[in-house]
C-alpha cells in the first residue's frame, strides 16, 4: 500500500477516536506536576515525574501575551493529569506556573484565556451527541471538525482560535482530506495516489516538516548508532546532533544518553546480585531480593524490572 494511503488510514483511527474524546464526562487534555525544589522537574502527577511542562509561552515587550499553539501545549501538558488530579489542582497548578513566568499583568490575560479554555474543553463533551449518525468515517470525521470550529466561536476571538488551533486545524484538514481519499471506493489505486501527491504537492512547510520529524530522529540516531560502532565518543554525537537540530538538543539527547547509560549500569548491578541471591532457599530468598530492589530502585522504577528478569 503506498506510504501516504497507510498515513490516511491512520488518520481515519485517530479521527474516529473523537467520539471517545467528546463523550468523557471531562475533556481528555495531557498530565501536571509539582515542582520538586531546585530540579526543574515536576512530579504534580506520578505518570509525569521527571518531566518539564511543555509550552513556550512569549509576549510582545513583556506585557502583552501571544496567544498561540505553545500556551495550548502548556495548558494540555497539564490536564493530562486530569485522572490522578482533580480539576480545580490541576487549573490553580496551571496559573501557577502561569504567575512563575510571566509578569502579573500577561499572566492574568493568559487565566483568563485558561478560563475559557477549560469551558470549551467540557463542551466539547456534548458534541458528540449531536452528531448525526454516519457509516462514512470520512464525512463523520469533517463533521466532528466542523462541529469543534463551530463551538469555538462561543468561547474564543477569530484572533485567539486561529492562534491557539491554527496549526492543529492545518493537520486535520490535512488528514481528513486523505481519509477521504483512502475510503473513496470510486477511486482506482493509481487515482489515490496521484490525489495523494497532490496533497503531498500542496501540503504546507511547517506541517510536512511535522510529519517528517519522527523519520528524522530515526535517521539520526542510526547515524549515531553507526558512529558509535566505529569508535567515536560522544563529542563526534554531540557535533553530529547538533548539525542535524541544535546545540540544545543536542545536550538534552546526550543526558538522555548519560540516563540510559546509568539505568543499564543499575540493572546490570542488580541482576549480578540477584543471580546470587537465587540460590538461596525460598523464603530466605523472597525476602532478600525485595530489600535488593528496594535499595537499588524507588517504587516506580521496581515495575519495569520484570522486563530485565
Known amino acids: 500500500m503506498h506510504t501516504n494511503v497507510k498515513r490516511a488510514g491512520m488518520a481515519a483511527l485517530l479521527l474516529a477516536g473523537c467520539a471517545l474524546y467528546f463523550s468523557r464526562d471531562e475533556p481528555p487534555p495531557p498530565p501536571a506536576q509539582v515542582r520538586e525544589p ?3 522537574l515536576f512530579a504534580f502527577v506520578p505518570s509525569m515525574e521527571g518531566t518539564r511542562p511543555d509550552g513556550d509561552i512569549k509576549t510582545l515587550d513583556g506585557e502583552q501575551l501571544v496567544v498561540d499553539a505553545e500556551l495550548g501545549h502548556l495548558f494540555d501538558y497539564y490536564l493530562a493529569g486530569l485522572g490522578e488530579k482533580d480539576l480545580g489542582a490541576i487549573r490553580t497548578e496551571i496559573e ?6 510571566l509578569k502579573p499583568g500577561p499572566a492574568r490575560q493568559a487565566k483568563r484565556l485558561l478560563s475559557s479554555y477549560l469551558a470549551y474543553k467540557q463542551a466539547l463533551a456534548g458534541i458528540e451527541s449531536k452528531l448525526a449518525p454516519s457509516g462514512d468515517v470520512a464525512q463523520s470525521a469533517r463533521a ?52 495523494v501527491a497532490e496533497l503531498d504537492r500542496r501540503m504546507p512547510a511547517a506541517l510536512r516538516e511535522e510529519r517528517e520529524a519522527p523519520a528524522k530522529v530515526i535517521r539520526l540516531e542510526e547515524s549515531v548508532a553507526r558512529l558509535r560502532a ?16 541544535s546545540p540544545e538538543a543536542a545536550a538534552r539527547l546526550a543526558d538522555v544518553d548519560r540516563d540510559e547509560a546509568a539505568w543499564k549500569a543499575r540493572i546490570g548491578a542488580y541482576l549480578t546480585q540477584r543471580a546470587t541471591l537465587m540460590a538461596q532457599p525460598t523464603q530466605q530468598k523472597d525476602a532478600a531480593l525485595q530489600r535488593l530492589r528496594d535499595q537499588s530502585f524507588s517504587a516506580d522504577e521496581q515495575r519495569r524490572l520484570g522486563a530485565y528478569e
Do not use: I, W
Open 38 to 40: 531546585g530540579s526543574g
Open 96 to 101: 501557577r506556573e502561569l504567575d512563575r513566568r
Open 230 to 245: 566505529g569508535g567515536a565518543g560522544d563529542n563526534e554525537v554531540y557535533s553530529l546532533r547538533a548539525a542535524t537540530f
Open 144 to 195: 466532528r471538525l466542523a462541529a469543534m470550529r463551530a463551538l469555538r466561536s462561543t468561547y474564543f476571538t477569530p484572533e485567539q482560535s486561529a492562534g491557539l488551533f491554527g496549526a492543529t486545524d492545518m493537520a486535520d484538514d490535512d488528514a481528513v482530506a486523505r481519509l477521504e481519499v483512502a475510503v473513496d471506493k470510486t477511486l482506482s489505486a493509481e487515482q489515490k495516489q496521484a490525489k
